[in-house]
């Protein structure tokens, strides 16, 4: 699925499960990763 939008990318930690840090990426412009 499609969870970042706007080239951005989202790390999440699972723990909190809080958004831990957003960047601009044009590596993998929709992805999601999961600490």
């Given at each position: 699925g499609d969870y970042a939008?706007?080239?951005k990318?989202?790390?999440y930690d699972?723990?909190?499960n809080s958004l831990m840090?957003?960047?601009t990426?044009?590596?993998i412009p929709n992805g999601i990763?999961?600490?």
């Open positions: 939008s706007n080239g990318l989202y790390l699972l723990s909190t840090n957003t960047f990426t044009g590596i990763y999961f600490n």
